[in-house]
């Protein structure tokens, strides 16, 4: 659950910074997983779940604007959170 939920600030960080453009939200993830010696194989995954949908697009954006890490994966909806689970561990 811990992964799950960085990868949702850093999703919906990457979202707000990139506008969403082909690979950049990945390469967000990335970088800020390898920063904190993390798993970065679920980052490619999540920025093509999330940038396939427009709607997760918006939720992503509005997801980063909660700080708690904790409280942002519970106000995802079910399509974040499969999103998250799917291309996570």
Do not use: H, N
């Amino acid at each position: 659950m811990k992964f799950k939920i960085q990868i949702s600030a850093i999703a919906a960080v990457a979202l707000m910074a990139s506008g969403a453009y082909a690979g950049e939200m990945a390469d967000a993830c990335v970088a800020a997983l390898e920063a904190d010696g993390r798993d970065t194989s679920g980052c490619a995954c999540l920025e093509e779940e999330v940038t396939a949908d427009a709607a997760l697009q918006e939720e992503f954006l509005t997801l980063g604007q909660i700080a708690d890490p904790a409280e942002r994966y519970a106000a995802g909806s079910d399509a974040a959170k499969a999103a998250m689970d799917k291309c996570t561990r």
